[in-house]
């Protein structure tokens, strides 16, 4: 709220919002929120990406990719490679599709909900 006036004369209240103000700050709890859900889906996929002494997972960044995106982004040659080939055998519960399957779970999409919600809800 920028501006508070009271006129008695007519009693009437006149209350000013800063909307850019108010926009700068959702910005940034965006981009706070959006980083936060790349560094979460980060997490969970380095969980179940294929492991051989760790430079795949090692590799995995979360990077700002505009103002409000985010790329997570595993930086090694055969990257692809685990990610798309589903007939490679993978112990210890790691998979292949182990980026996409976190992108598209449930739980994730909650997660998602509940960090921006966090994130707005302390900046509004």
């Given at each position: 709220?920028?501006?508070?006036?009271?006129?008695?004369?007519?009693?009437?209240?006149?209350?000013?919002?800063?909307?850019?103000?108010?926009?700068?700050?959702?910005?940034?709890?965006?981009?706070?929120?959006?980083?936060?859900?790349?560094?979460?889906?980060?997490?969970?996929?380095?969980?179940?990406?294929?492991?051989?002494?760790?430079?795949?997972?090692?590799s995995a960044r979360v990077r700002s990719s505009?103002?409000?995106?985010?790329?997570?982004?595993?930086?090694?040659?055969?990257?692809?490679?685990?990610?798309?080939?589903?007939?490679?055998?993978?112990?210890?519960?790691?998979?292949?599709?182990?980026?996409?399957?976190?992108?598209?779970?449930?739980?994730?999409?909650?997660?998602?909900?509940?960090?921006?919600?966090?994130?707005?809800?302390?900046?509004?």
């Amino acid at each position: 709220m920028k501006n508070y006036t009271k006129n008695l004369g007519a009693f009437t209240y006149s209350i000013d919002f800063d909307v850019e103000g108010l926009g700068g700050r959702a910005q940034r709890a965006a981009e706070h929120a959006v980083m936060e859900c790349g560094e979460y889906i980060r997490q969970r996929s380095t969980a179940i990406a294929p492991y051989r002494e760790g430079p795949l997972t090692e590799s995995a960044r979360v990077r700002s990719s505009g103002p409000v995106s985010a790329t997570i982004e595993y930086a090694i040659v055969y990257a692809r490679y685990q990610h798309e080939n589903t007939g490679l055998r993978h112990p210890n519960g790691r998979q292949a599709k182990y980026l996409q399957s976190v992108m598209e779970s449930p739980a994730t999409q909650q997660a998602m909900q509940s960090i921006f919600q966090k994130h707005l809800g302390k900046e509004l």
